[in-house]
């Protein structure tokens, strides 16, 4: 009998030990980032900008775990944002369209911030579109469709997470039903303001701090505003407080929008600016090293981007980007105030492009006669009033890309592998070629 209860506290012993040890190895703040639509162009484009202009490349590139992931759906080789987002957020593959349930639309998936939740961990949604957009929404809603907005936004109330920040709820709805009211209803305190946001103090409660409408702005357009890394900063220090500790993903949503659009100098500010996001759970990491993951992938690539051009060979003029002083976007605004006048379109190109209409001939800026030629053509044909100046934007942006050395294969997603890069507790997880599903697969390994 004695012999036995030696053997079973013996036991004992040994299985708190070996949880114990197991749980030193589980990270207790976890910080999930998404690019989307960020492969390794994306990655490599902004690295090499910033090495040349500034000697350093991105954080995410200096990562100790680096890997290979692949992003198809159930039902296409080339995934969308809906099924690649469920794959990161829940583990398993479903169809094109699809946010968080299976490829039959019957199953509700169960994604890591679900089961953070349910473990203890405070949980944070942040992300520079629309916060109801398909990939955020991976993450609490669970849809046979990511057109469903208004759907997704009352999935997002349901979910009880602790904090979401960035872009506004889109399909908010108005009257007793707006989103906004029924999140207040059930306990959010509901912001519009980043200078509210900043007042609020730990143990405040769940908070929907959100623009009223729309994705935040481009940061080339908007360098000096509260961006998504402002948002996880302060996230952090309202959600750290819990013995349970964190699971926050921030997403950078806009890379993809400026792949879509094929507008190279915007796509890569969009990287920097997530890449600047993750600069601030490196710092909380450097306070926690013991106790945290970082973990940073993308969706899936969109435009087909590649860092080389026909007319540019062996040459690569990346640094050329820096010339680029708006979205494109804005961009075609600029032209429309000016667009009855050639020489104020003109004007504007070089201003906001650096590209010269007049400068010497060996200026890499100056425009041949070719590209001159195919403005003005774009021009004549923007229609009556100019309504489609729009045409002379693309035009522009594409010679602007070309001459850096760049070029562009579609307006829609491609089948390139990401990148999963990974750094922290747990972090060593992370090897060989991966699908998308595994990270969420190793990242509920870790918290359960
Ligand atoms: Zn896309």
Redesign the pocket.
């Known amino acids: 009998m004695k012999k036995f209860h030696l053997a079973f506290a013996w036991a004992v012993a040994l299985l708190l030990g070996v949880s114990a040890a197991f749980a030193a190895d589980k990270p207790k703040y976890i910080f999930l980032f998404i690019g ?2 960020m492969s390794i162009p994306q990655r490599m484009m902004a690295e090499e900008f910033n090495m040349r202009l500034n000697g350093e490349g991105l954080s995410i590139n200096s990562f100790p775990y680096q890997v290979m992931t692949t992003t198809r759906s159930t039902n296409s080789f080339i995934t ?2 809906a099924a690649s987002g469920t794959a990161i957020a829940c583990g398993e593959k479903t169809e094109n369209g699809t946010i968080g349930m299976d490829s039959s639309k019957t199953r509700n998936l169960v994604s890591t911030a679900e089961v953070a939740r349910d473990a203890g961990k405070k949980v944070g949604i942040i992300t520079s579109v629309t916060i109801n957009h398909a990939t955020p929404a991976a993450f609490y809603g669970h849809n046979p469709s990511r057109g469903n907005g208004y759907e997704l936004g009352l999935d997002l109330i349901k979910s009880n997470f602790d904090f979401f920040g960035g872009g506004g709820v889109s399909e908010h709805g108005d009257g007793d039903a707006d989103i906004y009211d029924l999140a207040a209803q059930a306990g959010y305190t509901v912001l519009h303001d980043p200078q509210d946001l900043l007042k609020l103090k730990p143990g405040c409660g769940k908070v929907l701090a959100v623009q009223k409408d729309g994705a935040l702005p481009y940061a080339i357009d908007d360098p000096d505003g509260f961006r998504i890394a402002d948002y996880l900063r302060k996230a952090v220090e309202l959600l750290e407080d819990d013995p349970d500790g964190f699971f926050i993903m921030t997403e950078g949503g806009k890379i ?2 400026m792949c ?1 659009a094929n507008d190279a100098g915007t796509t890569m500010r969009e990287v920097i600016d997530m890449d600047k996001a993750v600069k601030v759970a490196e710092e909380f990491a450097a306070q926690h090293p013991d106790e945290t993951l970082i973990v940073v992938t993308g969706d899936h690539e ?1 435009g087909g981007l590649t860092l080389g051009f026909a007319d540019t060979g062996y040459n690569s003029y990346i640094e050329r980007l820096q010339y680029q002083k708006c979205s494109q976007d804005e961009f075609s605004g600029k032209l429309r105030e000016v667009a009855n006048d050639y020489e104020g379109v003109k004007s504007a190109i070089t201003e906001w492009f650096g590209l010269k209409f007049d400068g010497e001939d060996d200026d890499p800026m100056q425009l041949t006669d070719a590209e001159k030629n195919e403005i003005r053509d774009a021009y004549d044909r923007s229609g009556e009033d100019h309504k489609e100046i729009s045409r002379v934007t693309h035009t522009v942006v594409k010679i602007f890309d070309n001459k850096a050395g760049l070029g562009w294969t579609s307006g829609a ?1 491609t089948a390139l592998p990401v990148n999963t890069s990974a750094k922290g507790v747990g972090a060593d997880l992370f090897k060989g070629m991966i699908d998308n599903t595994d990270v969420s697969k190793k990242l509920k390994s870790l918290i359960l």
């Open positions: 989307d639509g969308d944002s993809d929008w879509h969109t997603h």
